[in-house]
């Protein structure tokens, strides 16, 4: 006797996943009308038959939502995921977390790998470079997918695209700074060019602009190591700088430890913003100001959009920002002294 089709051959046969198809039958408004006709043609073709009652049996698990991070290691994007992931949780949706280590590579294995476990949504961070490809295997798929904190593919009609406002994360650092008497003022960290960098550099070059001044930035990896070196580098051969603004958190935490090995006292000496107000923020000694994006929150408000289009069929807007704001502390206003 011939063997019945599956859903799974009707997914290999229309090149879709079987969670589309699932939501075909289902007649899910989520499925681009394009990708229903592509279905249902193979369905015909293979003359598939839907058993709904052992559809209905199968059903019962819990939904799967794949987040897709560039850098894990890095405690903002770990706060994100976390904070998506609690908020899935409590709507009895189970989440795929995977790091992909800002490798092109690594991203479009992984989102293949979720497509054919049947993820019904993504939330991706995606690397860059490489990106479009990735993109294309999900619009073939028609699984709902929002772009968070980068976008790389300008698709937003399809691909929402959901992040911070940190072209006013930079303006009001800089601000910030101008109105303590700082002059000369430098953008350290953030590699060249990309999207990320030139957003939260934006802001920094308007107010520099607006005051007659000179912007200086200082390319390189987010990472301490590179905070800690241009600590030096700064000290040694551009003693005329007395601020910065920090691409991210972890660069201004790295030029906080630079510079108290040399003996430059944060706050007084230089005075230094981060960006982002990871917790460590408030942990380290002099305490670092920074421009907070309230990453919690941010995840808890992807998590809510994603979930009212799955579940609701609400289209998220094209492209959302949400409000940062300064906090101040001892890195740029100077420690308190000690009462002796």
């Known amino acids: 006797m011939k063997k019945r089709p599956t859903i799974m051959d009707v997914a290999r046969h229309a090149g879709v996943s079987k969670s589309t198809v699932s939501l075909v039958l289902q ?3 989520l499925v681009r009308e394009a990708t229903r006709r592509q279905v249902e043609a193979s369905m015909a073709a293979l003359n598939y038959v839907y058993n709904r009652s052992a559809a209905n049996l199968r059903g019962v698990g819990t939904g799967l939502v794949g987040l897709v991070i560039n850098d894990l290691r890095n405690p903002f994007f770990t706060e994100f995921a976390a904070s998506a992931q609690m908020a899935f949780s409590r709507r009895g949706f189970a989440t795929a977390i995977a790091n992909t280590n800002e490798d092109p590579d690594i991203q479009a294995q992984t989102i293949d790998s979720m497509i054919e476990h049947g993820v019904s949504a993504f939330l ?23 772009q968070v904190l980068r976008m790389v593919d ?7 695209f959901a992040s911070h406002d940190y072209a006013t994360g930079g303006k009001l650092a800089t601000r910030h700074l101008v109105e303590l008497g700082c002059r000369n003022i430098a953008f350290v960290g953030g590699l060249e060019d990309r999207p ?42 551009h003693r005329d700088i007395e601020a910065a603004v920090c691409f991210s958190d972890l660069v201004a935490m790295g030029m906080l430890f630079g510079f108290a090995e040399i003996g430059v006292e944060l706050g007084r000496d230089f005075r230094v913003v981060g960006f982002d107000d990871i917790e460590e923020c408030s942990l380290v000694f002099p305490q670092l100001s920074s421009i907070r994006c309230d990453t919690t929150r941010f995840g808890e408000k992807s998590a ?8 609701d069929g609400v289209h998220p807007p094209a492209v959302h920002r949400y409000p940062v704001e300064l906090v101040a502390r001892h890195s740029s206003l100077g420690a308190p002294r000690r009462s002796g």
């Open 154 to 160: 300008e698709r937003t009609d399809i691909f929402p």
């Open 196 to 237: 990320i960098t030139l957003e939260r550099m934006a802001g920094y070059r308007n107010v520099m602009e607006a005051e007659g001044l000179r912007a200086r930035y200082f390319p390189g990896r987010p990472s301490r190591a590179f905070g800690r070196e241009t600590a030096r580098t700064l000290n040694r051969d």
């Open 27 to 29: 007649n899910s408004p």
């Open 124 to 146: 991706i961070s995606p690397v860059y470079g490489g990106e479009t490809s990735s993109f294309d295997r999900i619009e073939r798929a028609g699984i709902p997918t929002m």
């Open 304 to 311: 809510e959009t994603m979930l009212r289009w799955i579940e």
